[in-house]
Each structure stands twice: as structure tokens, then as C-alpha cells.
């Protein structure tokens, strides 16, 4: 795959076909133009991620060829060519954005240097972009809690996964917001006027599942008086959620494995399929690939739904939400019970920090729900809230060991975001290199283990 578009326009034809051969020879894609005009025209047909332009041009200067491109699209870096003598104008080109100069002749490694140093950067410029774009848009998610970087991770995929109509695989413990995040899946997406229909599979006995995803026509079997339209049908312009999927029965596996590859339905005792148009978004809190190998699921319906897997982090590794989260069911509940609840007490706060929340963010939900509902001032105490067996100050952590906790955990997330990139780590952490590595080092975290 090549590097990136490069544009470089210069009067002299040699000139540019020896920096064509260069840059094609280290896989950069280039187009060459003479003049202003030339390069206006290329500029319209390619999407440019860098351009090389000689100052001085026959008819115009370079500056205004860079003008020109950055009306188009300010990001794009400009390396100037000059000759020798003119360099007052090259840093007057750089004042006007351009991102370096070259004063000709020049060494074609120098160039290729500048080259890539500035598509690197670039790059990470629209990284960083992007990355914003998300959070910008992650607002709109106003019922979903999500301050942790792990959910953060969850949401910013959710904005990318709504926008496919690919088959999403959510894996999750008990009570993490599976189906909260397939309903957001579905609310982001194009077909968030069409319906959103959920089915826990684990809810249904066998006899009855097939009847009710698939429908039934009239007479299909004793009892059936009229036809019935099944869930995928129901569904037909939106989103089907099939929860706990781990549980289907083998036999309706098959079925259903038909009715994915299909696209088509047949409802009990009809004579033609029937097409339906449905997002499929499935859930289980099972691990599914062991199920495969024990045979309990089939393997080719797992690989037909396993196309984007989400995992939803248990509560226990996104603590940091607790507060948030206690926010919100405080807000909730009082709406729902009509009773001014304000907050709650920094020991009962303490005391949510410190559970281990087997069952999760319903957990967390139905012990604030237990405590509004028993609590007689407009204040939740400790009292009405889980009882630590061990007193709260034992496990809290002194503050300069949890400062180091974060430190650690901080570092190896950026680690994690540019994939092992020291220097543009550093960028985003907002420190000197030298200081980064020093950091790296006192928590022995090692660039290179977070390669991919
Ligand atoms: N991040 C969150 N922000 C706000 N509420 C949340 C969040 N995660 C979960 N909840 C709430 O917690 C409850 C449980 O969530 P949900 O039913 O989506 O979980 P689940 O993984 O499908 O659970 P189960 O496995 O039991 O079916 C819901 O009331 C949901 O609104
Ligand atoms: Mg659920």
C-alpha cells in the first residue's frame, strides 16, 4: 500500500522526474504538475497528503500554489524548494504555512526525511482529529455513564460500529449494559427510525422460540387461528437483538444460521420465504469459543455472527465510573419515585468503591434503588448501603501509591493508543520526550510490548 499522496509541482520537467522516482521508489504515490494551473487541476482530482513546491515557478510563486492547496485543505503539509539566496522568501513561505523549506540543490535524503517526519506528524494530527470527533460525539450518548477509558474505548467504537451494517457481537458479564449498548448501536445508526426489537433467547422455552422469531401462518398448527409475524419480521428496516444467543437451542441454530446467510424467512407452514431487511446485533455473556469446542454452539453460526466484537468491561475494572454512575441512578430514581434525594454520604460512597460488584452496573443500579427507596432523609448513609466486612480505611490505598496506580495505568493507555510510539505518546501526554522515558522507565513499561 503506498505511503500517502504526494503532490510536487516544480517548472523544471528533470527536477520533477527525478523526485517522482525517488518518492515512487519509497512507495509514495505522486503526481507532478509544472505550474499553478496543473496543480489546481490535481489538487481538485486527489486527495493530497503532501506537497513539495518549488518557490519560484515560472509565471507565479510557489506561496500561492500553497495557498491554494491549504484553501482546500489547511492540514495538508508543504515542503518549499528555493534556490540558493532566497532565503528570506522560504521563511517567509514558512510564516504562511508552509512546514519546511529545502534549499536546492538539496540531498534527496534530506528531503525524504522532511517528507516522512511531516507525514508522520500529520498523521497523528489526524488522530488526534479523529479521536476528538468521537468524544465530541459520544455526548449524545446522555444515558450512558461512561468517564472510564475503557468505556470511553466502548462508545468511540460504538460511533464507528453504527455507522456499518455489520453483524455486532457484544460479550459482556451479567449486568455490564449489553443491551443498553446495542440499543445505542441502533439509535446511532441509519435505522434509528426503524424499529429495535429484543429477544432473550435464554427466556423461551425451545418449543415456542422458532414461532416466535420466525412467525407462524394460519392453520400452521393446532391453536394457530391467524398468521403471526415473527421477530425478524417485526423487525424488518431496524435492528434485531438476540440476547443471551449462547443459549439457543442447537436446533434452531441451523435455522437461524439460514436466515442469516438468506436474508429470507419462513414463518411456520408458509409456502414462500419471505425477504427481511435486519441489523443483527447478538449478546452473551458466555464464552462462546469454548462453547464451539464443546460443541454446545454451533461453529459456523459463531463465525457468522462474530463479525465486530464488543467486550464491556466488568464494573469491578471501571471503577472510576462508580461516582458517575451513582449520579445518574440518584437522578433517575427520583424522578421515577418522586423524592428528592440530593446525594449520598462520603462513607456510603466509599463503601460502593470498595465492592467487588458481582453483578455489575445492575448491581450498583438496584443497591441505589434499595437505598432510595428505604432512606428517610435526603441523603443516602452509609447504613442503607452494602456493609464492607473489612473497615474501608484497610483497603483504601495510601495517596502516593494510588498516584503511581494511575501513573502506570495513564502511561500504558497512551502506550496503547499510538501503539508503542514513543514520540507521539509524548506529544499527546504533553511531555518532553526524555521526561516520557524517564516515566516508561520507573514503571518498567517497555514501548516495544505494546507494538502491533
Ligand atoms: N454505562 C452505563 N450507564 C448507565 N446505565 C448503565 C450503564 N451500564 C449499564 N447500565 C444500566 O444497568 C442495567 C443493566 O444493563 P443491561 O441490561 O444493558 O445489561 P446486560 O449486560 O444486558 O445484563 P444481563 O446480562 O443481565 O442481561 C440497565 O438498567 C442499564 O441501563
Ligand atoms: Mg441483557
Known sequence: MAKGNILVVDDDSNLLEVIKMRLESVKYDVVTARNEEESINLIKEHEIDLSVIDLQLEKTDGISVMEHLHRINPDVPVVILTAYGTIESAVEAMRRGAYS??????????????????????????????????????????NIIARSYKMQRVLAQVVIIARTDSTVFI???SGT??????????LESGRKDGPFVAINCAAIPENLLESELFGYEKGAFSGAVQSTKGLFTQAHGGTLFLDEIGDMPLSLQSKILRVLQDRQVCPLGCKKPVEVDVRIIVATNKDLQKEVENKNFRQDLFYRIHVIPVSLPPLREKKDDIPFLVEHFLEKFSRIMNKKVSGITSQALQNLMLHDWPGNVRELENTIEFAMAMTQTNIISDDLVLQTSIPA?????????????????????ILHLTQGNVSKASDLAGKYRADFYQLLKKYDLKPEEYKR
Not at 534527496?108 to 460525539?137: F, P, T
Not at 449494559?177 to 441502533?186: F, P, R, S, V
Not at 483497603?395 to 503511581?404: G, I, Q
Open 171 to 173: 460479550h459482556g458479564e
Open 177 to 186: 449494559g449489553k443491551e443498553l449498548i446495542a440499543k445505542a448501536i441502533h
Open 101 to 142: 523549506y529545502l534549499t536546492k540543490p538539496f540531498d534527496h535524503r534530506e528531503l525524504l526525511l522532511q517528507i516522512d517526519q511531516a507525514m508522520e506528524k500529520r498523521k497523528l494530527a489526524l488522530e488526534v482529529k479523529r479521536l476528538q470527533g468521537l468524544i465530541a460525539e459520544k455526548y449524545d450518548f446522555s
Open 393 to 413: 480505611q484497610d483497603k483504601l490505598k495510601p495517596f502516593k501509591e494510588a498516584k503511581s496506580d494511575f501513573e502506570k495505568e495513564y502511561l500504558s493507555n
